[in-house]
Protein backbone atom coordinates (compact mmCIF):
# COMPACT_ATOMS: atom_id res chain seq x y z
CA UNK A 1 0.00 0.00 0.00
CA UNK A 2 1.62 3.40 -1.40
CA UNK A 3 1.78 5.84 2.06
CA UNK A 4 1.79 8.64 -0.40
CA UNK A 5 -1.97 8.34 -1.34
CA UNK A 6 -2.98 9.59 1.61
CA UNK A 7 -3.20 13.32 1.92
CA UNK A 8 -2.70 13.36 5.97
CA UNK A 9 0.00 11.43 5.82
CA UNK A 10 1.87 13.53 2.83
CA UNK A 11 1.03 16.87 5.09
CA UNK A 12 1.96 15.01 8.17
CA UNK A 13 5.59 13.56 6.53
CA UNK A 14 6.16 17.09 5.68
CA UNK A 15 5.92 18.40 9.14
CA UNK A 16 7.59 15.82 10.10
CA UNK A 17 10.53 16.84 7.97
CA UNK A 18 10.52 19.92 9.55
CA UNK A 19 10.79 18.99 13.32
CA UNK A 20 13.64 16.67 12.33
CA UNK A 21 15.69 19.14 10.57
CA UNK A 22 14.81 22.25 13.15
CA UNK A 23 14.48 20.84 16.65
CA UNK A 24 17.93 19.14 17.10
CA UNK A 25 19.67 22.65 15.64
CA UNK A 26 17.97 23.92 18.79
CA UNK A 27 18.82 21.37 20.81
CA UNK A 28 22.44 20.92 20.75
CA UNK A 29 22.56 24.69 22.24
CA UNK A 30 20.42 23.31 25.12
CA UNK A 31 22.94 20.17 25.60
CA UNK A 32 25.32 22.57 25.16
CA UNK A 33 24.00 25.10 28.00
CA UNK A 34 22.74 22.21 30.36
CA UNK A 35 19.10 23.34 29.60
CA UNK A 36 18.21 19.94 28.41
CA UNK A 37 14.81 20.57 30.15
CA UNK A 38 14.19 24.00 29.03
CA UNK A 39 12.26 22.81 26.01
CA UNK A 40 9.55 20.48 28.02
CA UNK A 41 9.13 23.56 29.99
CA UNK A 42 8.45 25.73 27.33
CA UNK A 43 5.65 22.81 26.08
CA UNK A 44 4.03 23.19 29.24
CA UNK A 45 3.38 26.98 27.85
CA UNK A 46 2.44 26.71 24.92
CA UNK A 47 -0.35 24.34 25.82
CA UNK A 48 -1.95 27.42 27.60
CA UNK A 49 -2.13 28.90 24.03
CA UNK A 50 -3.47 25.95 22.67
CA UNK A 51 -5.80 26.09 25.90
CA UNK A 52 -6.81 29.90 24.94
CA UNK A 53 -6.96 29.14 21.60
CA UNK A 54 -9.94 26.66 21.84
CA UNK A 55 -11.63 28.64 24.77
CA UNK A 56 -11.59 32.22 21.96
CA UNK A 57 -11.92 29.81 18.84
CA UNK A 58 -8.44 30.94 17.75
CA UNK A 59 -5.85 29.27 15.40
CA UNK A 60 -4.00 26.86 17.71
CA UNK A 61 -0.37 27.17 16.38
CA UNK A 62 0.05 30.71 15.86
CA UNK A 63 -2.08 31.44 19.58
CA UNK A 64 0.54 28.88 21.35
CA UNK A 65 3.80 30.78 19.49
CA UNK A 66 2.82 34.15 20.97
CA UNK A 67 2.41 32.18 24.28
CA UNK A 68 5.97 30.33 24.27
CA UNK A 69 7.32 33.30 23.29
CA UNK A 70 5.90 35.70 25.53
CA UNK A 71 6.79 32.79 27.93
CA UNK A 72 10.31 32.39 27.00
CA UNK A 73 11.11 36.47 27.45
CA UNK A 74 9.17 36.47 30.76
CA UNK A 75 11.75 33.53 31.72
CA UNK A 76 14.84 35.04 30.92
CA UNK A 77 14.21 38.76 32.07
CA UNK A 78 13.61 37.23 35.70
CA UNK A 79 16.72 34.78 35.09
CA UNK A 80 18.73 37.87 34.06
CA UNK A 81 18.47 39.11 37.53
CA UNK A 82 18.51 36.20 39.75
CA UNK A 83 19.15 32.56 39.04
CA UNK A 84 17.32 31.42 42.30
CA UNK A 85 14.48 33.36 41.38
CA UNK A 86 15.03 32.85 37.56
CA UNK A 87 14.77 28.93 38.40
CA UNK A 88 11.80 29.24 40.67
CA UNK A 89 9.94 31.58 38.29
CA UNK A 90 10.74 29.08 35.73
CA UNK A 91 8.56 26.42 37.63
CA UNK A 92 5.90 28.36 38.17
CA UNK A 93 5.45 29.43 34.88
CA UNK A 94 5.41 25.79 33.48
CA UNK A 95 3.49 24.39 36.32
CA UNK A 96 1.10 27.59 35.52
CA UNK A 97 1.11 26.75 31.69
CA UNK A 98 -0.11 23.06 32.11
CA UNK A 99 -2.67 23.79 34.77
CA UNK A 100 -3.86 27.08 32.47
CA UNK A 101 -3.89 24.63 29.11
CA UNK A 102 -5.98 22.06 31.00
CA UNK A 103 -8.84 25.01 32.42
CA UNK A 104 -9.39 26.73 29.34
CA UNK A 105 -9.52 23.63 27.48
CA UNK A 106 -12.39 22.65 30.12
CA UNK A 107 -13.83 25.90 29.58
CA UNK A 108 -14.34 25.94 25.80
CA UNK A 109 -16.33 22.61 26.19
CA UNK A 110 -17.44 21.08 23.57
CA UNK A 111 -14.73 18.88 21.54
CA UNK A 112 -11.89 20.34 22.68
CA UNK A 113 -10.58 18.25 25.87
CA UNK A 114 -10.21 14.91 23.02
CA UNK A 115 -8.57 17.60 20.63
CA UNK A 116 -6.25 18.72 23.66
CA UNK A 117 -4.80 14.98 23.38
CA UNK A 118 -3.89 15.98 20.16
CA UNK A 119 -1.40 18.27 20.61
CA UNK A 120 -0.37 16.62 23.75
CA UNK A 121 1.07 13.47 21.96
CA UNK A 122 0.68 14.39 18.36
CA UNK A 123 -1.91 13.40 15.70
CA UNK A 124 -1.70 11.88 11.96
CA UNK A 125 -4.74 13.98 10.76
CA UNK A 126 -4.69 17.07 12.02
CA UNK A 127 -2.32 18.86 10.27
CA UNK A 128 -3.70 20.98 7.76
CA UNK A 129 -2.31 23.21 5.03
CA UNK A 130 -2.32 26.41 6.84
CA UNK A 131 0.05 24.91 10.05
CA UNK A 132 2.38 23.84 6.74
CA UNK A 133 2.17 27.48 6.05
CA UNK A 134 2.88 28.43 9.66
CA UNK A 135 5.78 25.53 10.36
CA UNK A 136 7.75 26.43 6.88
CA UNK A 137 7.49 30.25 7.78
CA UNK A 138 8.65 29.69 11.70
CA UNK A 139 11.07 27.00 10.56
CA UNK A 140 12.84 29.80 8.09
CA UNK A 141 12.84 32.21 10.89
CA UNK A 142 14.83 29.76 13.37
CA UNK A 143 17.54 28.79 10.46
CA UNK A 144 17.44 32.19 9.63
CA UNK A 145 18.35 33.38 13.05
CA UNK A 146 20.44 30.61 13.71
CA UNK A 147 22.87 31.47 10.38
CA UNK A 148 23.03 35.25 12.01
CA UNK A 149 23.30 34.66 15.31
CA UNK A 150 24.81 31.07 15.64
CA UNK A 151 28.32 32.21 16.77
CA UNK A 152 26.87 33.92 19.23
CA UNK A 153 24.65 31.68 20.96
CA UNK A 154 27.53 29.02 20.67
CA UNK A 155 30.09 31.39 22.38
CA UNK A 156 27.38 31.64 25.24
CA UNK A 157 26.93 27.79 25.21
CA UNK A 158 30.69 27.25 25.52
CA UNK A 159 31.52 30.58 28.22
CA UNK A 160 29.07 33.06 29.46
CA UNK A 161 32.43 35.09 30.44
CA UNK A 162 33.82 34.59 27.37
CA UNK A 163 30.77 35.32 25.56
CA UNK A 164 31.15 39.06 27.35
CA UNK A 165 34.37 39.62 27.21
CA UNK A 166 33.96 38.91 23.51
CA UNK A 167 30.87 41.34 23.44
CA UNK A 168 28.37 39.76 23.36
CA UNK A 169 24.47 40.58 24.70
CA UNK A 170 24.45 37.68 27.16
CA UNK A 171 20.80 38.45 27.92
CA UNK A 172 19.44 39.36 24.49
CA UNK A 173 21.66 36.17 23.43
CA UNK A 174 20.14 33.91 25.91
CA UNK A 175 16.69 35.36 25.38
CA UNK A 176 16.98 34.64 22.07
CA UNK A 177 17.50 30.84 22.18
CA UNK A 178 15.32 30.94 24.94
CA UNK A 179 12.46 31.69 22.14
CA UNK A 180 14.36 29.57 19.26
CA UNK A 181 13.39 26.61 21.72
CA UNK A 182 9.70 27.80 22.28
CA UNK A 183 9.17 28.47 18.48
CA UNK A 184 10.80 24.48 18.24
CA UNK A 185 8.64 23.27 20.79
CA UNK A 186 5.28 25.08 18.49
CA UNK A 187 6.84 23.48 15.22
CA UNK A 188 6.57 19.53 16.93
CA UNK A 189 3.56 19.89 18.60
CA UNK A 190 1.12 18.59 15.74
CA UNK A 191 3.25 15.39 15.27
CA UNK A 192 5.25 14.86 18.34
CA UNK A 193 3.13 16.63 20.99
CA UNK A 194 3.59 19.37 23.16
CA UNK A 195 4.76 16.24 26.40
CA UNK A 196 7.30 14.91 24.04
CA UNK A 197 8.70 17.49 21.62
CA UNK A 198 11.71 18.26 23.90
CA UNK A 199 12.76 14.82 23.35
CA UNK A 200 12.72 14.54 19.84
CA UNK A 201 15.17 17.92 20.48
CA UNK A 202 17.48 16.32 22.90
CA UNK A 203 17.71 12.71 22.15
CA UNK A 204 19.16 12.72 18.33
CA UNK A 205 21.62 15.10 20.18
CA UNK A 206 23.01 12.84 22.73
CA UNK A 207 22.68 10.48 20.11
CA UNK A 208 24.86 11.90 17.92
CA UNK A 209 27.53 13.28 21.04
CA UNK A 210 28.11 8.88 21.28
CA UNK A 211 30.18 9.49 17.93
CA UNK A 212 30.93 12.79 16.83
CA UNK A 213 33.84 15.20 19.04
CA UNK A 214 32.82 18.27 17.67
CA UNK A 215 29.98 20.56 17.94
CA UNK A 216 29.44 20.34 14.27
CA UNK A 217 29.39 17.26 13.23
CA UNK A 218 27.42 16.83 16.56
CA UNK A 219 24.60 19.17 14.97
CA UNK A 220 25.05 17.33 11.71
CA UNK A 221 24.70 13.88 13.31
CA UNK A 222 21.57 15.01 15.12
CA UNK A 223 19.79 16.28 12.23
CA UNK A 224 20.52 13.10 10.68
CA UNK A 225 18.79 11.27 14.23
CA UNK A 226 15.75 13.46 14.02
CA UNK A 227 14.91 13.66 10.34
CA UNK A 228 14.94 9.35 10.58
CA UNK A 229 13.30 9.48 13.78
CA UNK A 230 10.50 11.92 13.01
CA UNK A 231 9.76 10.07 9.18
CA UNK A 232 10.43 6.71 10.21
CA UNK A 233 8.67 6.62 13.54
CA UNK A 234 5.42 8.90 11.85
CA UNK A 235 5.35 5.87 9.53
CA UNK A 236 5.61 3.07 11.91
CA UNK A 237 2.41 5.48 14.03
CA UNK A 238 0.04 4.72 10.64
CA UNK A 239 1.22 1.03 10.80
CA UNK A 240 0.58 0.42 13.82
CA UNK A 241 -1.98 2.74 14.87
CA UNK A 242 -0.79 4.67 17.83
CA UNK A 243 -0.18 8.47 18.39
CA UNK A 244 2.72 9.75 16.54
CA UNK A 245 4.60 11.35 19.36
CA UNK A 246 5.63 8.10 21.40
CA UNK A 247 6.48 6.36 18.00
CA UNK A 248 9.27 8.99 17.46
CA UNK A 249 10.63 9.14 20.60
CA UNK A 250 11.06 5.40 21.28
CA UNK A 251 12.64 5.43 17.63
CA UNK A 252 14.61 8.14 18.90
CA UNK A 253 15.70 6.30 21.61
CA UNK A 254 16.80 3.17 19.80
CA UNK A 255 18.96 5.48 17.35
CA UNK A 256 20.69 6.38 20.55
CA UNK A 257 21.17 2.83 22.21
CA UNK A 258 22.97 1.83 18.94
CA UNK A 259 24.74 4.82 18.30
CA UNK A 260 26.00 4.11 21.95
CA UNK A 261 26.70 0.51 21.31
CA UNK A 262 28.95 1.62 18.40
CA UNK A 263 31.10 4.43 20.52
CA UNK A 264 31.76 1.98 23.13
CA UNK A 265 34.81 0.08 20.80
CA UNK A 266 35.08 3.22 18.92
CA UNK A 267 36.28 4.51 22.53
CA UNK A 268 38.45 1.43 23.36
CA UNK A 269 40.37 1.79 19.96
CA UNK A 270 40.81 5.58 20.49
CA UNK A 271 42.03 4.85 23.70
CA UNK A 272 44.33 2.51 22.97
CA UNK A 273 46.38 4.58 20.49
CA UNK A 274 46.58 7.09 23.05
CA UNK A 275 48.43 4.94 25.00
CA UNK A 276 50.64 3.21 22.52
CA UNK A 277 51.20 6.84 21.45
CA UNK A 278 52.48 7.70 25.15
CA UNK A 279 55.71 5.87 25.40
CA UNK A 280 56.99 7.19 21.43
CA UNK A 281 56.24 10.73 22.93
CA UNK A 282 57.96 10.35 26.03
CA UNK A 283 61.17 8.74 24.61
CA UNK A 284 61.49 11.44 22.45
CA UNK A 285 60.95 13.89 24.83
CA UNK A 286 64.12 12.18 26.79
CA UNK A 287 66.01 12.08 23.98
CA UNK A 288 66.04 15.89 23.16
Same mark, same amino acid.
Given at each position: ????????????????????????????????????????????????????????? +????? +????????????????????????????????????????????????????????????????????????????????????????? *????????? *???????????? +?????????????????????????????????????????????????????? $?????????????????????????????????????????????????????????? $????
Amino acid at each position: MDLLQYDFLQRALIAAAVVGLVTPLIGVFLVQRRLALLGDGMGHVALAGVGLAFLFG +TAPVP +TALVAAACGAVIIELIRAKSRTAGDLALALIFYGGIAGGVLFTSLAGGRSSAALNQYLFGSLSTVSATDLVWLGVVAVIVLVVLAVFGR *DIFVLALDP *DLARTQGIRTTA +TSMLLTVLAALAVVIGMRTVGLLLVSAIMIVPVAAAQQLSRSFRGTAALGVVVG $ELSAVLGLVASFQLDVPPGPAIVVLALLFFGACAAVAVPLRRRRSRRVAAARPAVLHE $EVAA
